[in-house]
């Protein structure tokens, strides 16, 4: 089965996302993270997408899917595979449709206020691990529980960005939902990360 994880930014997707692959034992892919990773390693692509991320814009289409399509070839998907930030518009998913079957989209739903604190008390470890302060701090404060290394604040998490990316979703994003139609799960994005993870496993009819 592949699943794709749709939401506002900050919604929670990567949290589930991560919890889904523990479960499921299927590989992930996370453009936002393949973006970041690109960025710091100061590749090619990492300068030309610097600017647009820093801004909140949408990365050209074209440029998502190959850098998306290109991790999918060097992997093994033949048990499942987990999308977390792709597709982001409907162009996105029409080049995707061509290369890999999508069965079920993973919906989250959150209020725009809520996503403000989410994103607002957000700390990332470049291993890919996400925190928050105060909903999912770090045993030590400031370090990855997983891999011992620094959190940092993205550099996405400015107001002004944060306005313009929920702006972005509405617009280029959103259309998504109506899209898939009925392959769409919503769920709350609303209670405590295990609750939101116990919503997921129990639509899916995975037991605990
Ligand atoms: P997204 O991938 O959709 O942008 P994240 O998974 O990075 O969202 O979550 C945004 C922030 O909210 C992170 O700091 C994360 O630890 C926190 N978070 C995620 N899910 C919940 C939840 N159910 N309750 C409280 N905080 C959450
Ligand atoms: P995320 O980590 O999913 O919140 O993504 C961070 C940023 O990376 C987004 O605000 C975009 O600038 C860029 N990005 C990630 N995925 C995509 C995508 N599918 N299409 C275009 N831009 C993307």
Not at 55 to 76: H, Q, R, W, Y
Not at 170 to 189: A, S, W
Request: glycine letters at 8%; proline letters at 4%; charged letters at 30%.
């Amino acid at each position: 089965m592949n699943y794709i994880f749709l939401g506002m930014p900050g919604s929670g997707k990567g949290t589930q996302v991560e919890l889904l692959v523990k479960k499921l034992n299927i590989p992930m892919i996370s453009t936002g993270n393949l973006f970041r990773k690109n960025i710091k390693n100061e590749t090619k692509l990492g300068l030309k997408v610097k600017d647009i991320l820093e801004k909140g814009d949408l990365v050209p289409d074209k440029v998502t899917f190959e850098m998306m399509s290109a991790e999918i070839k060097n992997m093994d998907i033949s048990q499942g595979l987990i999308l977390d930030g792709y597709p982001r518009s409907l162009r996105q998913a029409e080049l995707l449709k061509d290369i890999l079957n999508i069965d079920i989209i993973l919906n989250i739903e959150l209020s725009e206020d809520q996503v403000l604190l989410r994103i607002g008390g957000r700390r990332t470890c470049k291993c890919g691990e996400t925190y928050h302060l105060k909903f999912n701090p770090p045993q030590k404060e400031g370090v990855c529980d997983k891999c011992g290394q620094e959190l940092y604040i993205r550099d996405d998490a400015q107001e002004e960005t944060i306005k313009n990316r929920i702006k972005v979703y509405k617009e280029q994003t959103e259309p998504l939902i109506k899209y898939y139609g009925d392959k769409v799960i919503n769920i709350d994005g609303n209670p405590s990360i295990p609750e939101v993870t116990e919503e997921i496993f129990r639509k899916l009819g995975i037991s605990d």
